[in-house]
Antibody, heavy 116, light 111 residues
Framework: EVQVVESGGGLVQPGGSLRLSCAASGFTFSSHWMSWVRQAPGKGLEWVASIKQDGSEKDYVDSVKGRFTISRDNAKNSLYLQMNSLRAEDTAVYYC?????????WGQGTLVTVSS | DIVMTQTPLSSPVTLGQPASISCRSSQSLVHSDGNTYLSWLQQRPGQPPRLLIYKISNRFSGVPDRFSGSGAGTDFTLKISRVEAEDVGVYYCMQATQFVTFGQGTKVEIK
C-alpha cells in the first residue's frame, strides 16, 4: 500500500524533546524531497522543514531553526524530526509529506502537545 | 521565501454550481528541472489534508474529475465543476519548487 504513517507524538513539558518518525511505503522514497508540515489547532498548514533525496540539503522555518532537526534513512524508508526545546507554540498535528505531490497522499499525522 | 496568496478566503457555493479558487505566487514556480511544483489540497472538517492536484493539473489517484487545476508561472486556479456536499472544507495551494509554502486556505461552504 502506498502510504506514509507518522508516529512519535505525545504530551511533553515545555523545554522537553520528542522524535517524530514517518514510515513510507509503496513508492520510491529515496527519489523524493520530503517535508514535515504542522497544523496548530484551528489554524492553517505551516511548513516546518524539508530534506533533499540524499539528505545533503535541509531547510527549516525560522521559528524552529536551532531546535528541530530533520533527517532521513533511505534504507529504512523513514523520515524523522528531532524536536528539542519545545515550546507551547509547537503544539500541533505534524504531518510528513512528499513534496512533489505525485507519489503518496498525506497521512493522519501525529499530535504533539507541549504543556505543563 | 515564496509567498502564496489565495483568493477568495471564503466561498459560499450553491450545490451543483461551479466554484473557483485562485492562487498567486510571489515568484515563478517553474523549477530548474522544468516542472512546476504546485499542488492543491482539500481538508474536510476533522480530517487530515488530502491531495487533489499535483504539478498544476494532474489529478491524484481517486480524485473525481469535477476537480481540475490550471495555470502557469505565478497564477494558478482550482475549479470544481459542480460542487457536491462532500466538497465542503478548506482548500490549500502548496508550492514545493523552493522548499514548501502554503496559501492561507479557502473555506468552501454551501449556501
Amino acid at each position: 500500500e502506498v502510504q506514509v504513517v507518522e508516529s512519535g507524538g505525545g504530551l511533553v513539558q515545555p523545554g522537553g524533546s520528542l522524535r517524530l518518525s514517518c514510515a513510507a511505503s509503496g513508492f520510491t522514497f529515496s527519489s523524493h524531497w520530503m517535508s514535515w508540515v504542522r497544523q496548530a489547532p484551528g489554524k492553517g498548514l505551516e511548513w516546518v522543514a524539508s530534506i533533499k533525496q540524499d539528505g545533503s540539503e535541509k531547510d527549516y522555518v525560522d521559528s524552529v531553526k536551532g531546535r528541530f532537526t530533520i533527517s532521513r534513512d533511505n534504507a529504512k524508508n523513514s523520515l524523522y524530526l528531532q524536536m528539542n526545546s519545545l515550546r507551547a507554540e509547537d503544539t500541533a498535528v505534524y504531518y510528513c509529506a512528499e513534496n512533489s505531490g505525485s507519489s503518496v497522499d498525506w497521512g493522519q499525522g501525529t499530535l504533539v502537545t507541549v504543556s505543563s | 521565501d515564496i509567498v502564496m496568496t489565495q483568493t477568495p478566503l471564503s466561498s459560499p457555493v450553491t450545490l451543483g454550481q461551479p466554484a473557483s479558487i485562485s492562487c498567486r505566487s510571489s515568484q515563478s514556480l517553474v523549477h530548474s528541472d522544468g516542472n512546476t511544483y504546485l499542488s492543491w489540497l482539500q481538508q474536510r472538517p476533522g480530517q487530515p489534508p488530502r491531495l487533489l492536484i499535483y504539478k498544476i493539473s494532474n489529478r491524484f489517484s481517486g480524485v473525481p474529475d469535477r476537480f481540475s487545476g490550471s495555470g502557469a508561472g505565478t497564477d494558478f486556479t482550482l475549479k470544481i465543476s459542480r460542487v457536491e456536499a462532500e466538497d465542503v472544507g478548506v482548500y490549500y495551494c502548496m508550492q514545493a519548487t523552493q522548499f514548501v509554502t502554503f496559501g492561507q486556505g479557502t473555506k468552501v461552504e454551501i449556501k
